[in-house]
């Protein structure tokens, strides 16, 4: 089955109770979303990727992208959500490879998702709403800044799309601007 979105926000929130990981699925499913748009994609299968890609990561963060096939197979998911949801840990934690565009916008990302929100809350605004692409570039590069997020998994996922990085980090604004009151982003513009 290909749960509807408010059973994929109801399975997330049974495995994940904290603030910062919905936030984050709150995120990635928007961002998702955007990208189904763009692409001419199922907006719906997708956004339920998003918002499910890190089921497993709370309870089980030594097995996550393992333990989720477990998880949403118990759930009645269809095998091709399943497979996407675990492709984002592709080399990270396990060795499904993205092969789906689906997969691949999922893979690049998650991470961008993280270093974007981190520029977005060190400004003024505290928001995504005026966020510019020339801002993340500049802190794209300070591999200090934003430490935990890895730039080489955005750089692979960039390259297996076969998409410029500039277009890539634009369009994931543009997908957290959809969703800044959601997730925390809309600030004091």
């Known amino acids: 089955m290909k749960p509807t979105r408010d ?19 709150l995120a990635v499913e928007g961002v998702m979303r955007h990208f189904a748009r763009l692409l001419g994609e199922d907006e ?36 091709d959500i399943i497979h996407a949801i675990q492709s984002h840990g592709y080399e990270l934690c ?12 999922l893979y690049t990302i998650d991470e961008l998702t993280g270093l974007i929100n981190a520029c977005a ?11 510019e692409l020339k801002s993340v570039k500049k802190k794209y590069k300070d591999h200090r800044f934003a430490a935990g997020v890895n730039r080489e998994v955005i750089e692979k996922g960039a390259a297996m799309l076969n998409m410029d990085l ?15 009151q959601a ?3 809309k600030g004091d513009l």
């Open 121 to 131: 809350i060190m400004r003024p605004s505290r928001s995504v709403l005026d966020l």
């Open 44 to 79: 719906e299968k997708w956004g339920v990727v998003g918002l499910m890609h890190d089921i497993d990561y709370q309870q089980f963060p030594e097995q996550h992208c393992i333990k989720a096939r477990e998880i949403l197979t118990e759930h009645g998911v269809d095998d």
């Open 94 to 105: 396990c060795d499904v490879k993205p092969e789906h565009v689906m997969e691949k916008v």
């Open 183 to 185: 997730i925390g982003l």
């Open 7 to 25: 059973e994929a926000y109801q399975v997330l929130c049974e495995y994940n109770d904290s603030p910062a990981l919905i936030t984050h699925a």
């Open 166 to 180: 500039d277009t890539i980090i634009t369009e994931t604004i543009m997908g957290m601007r959809e969703v800044a």
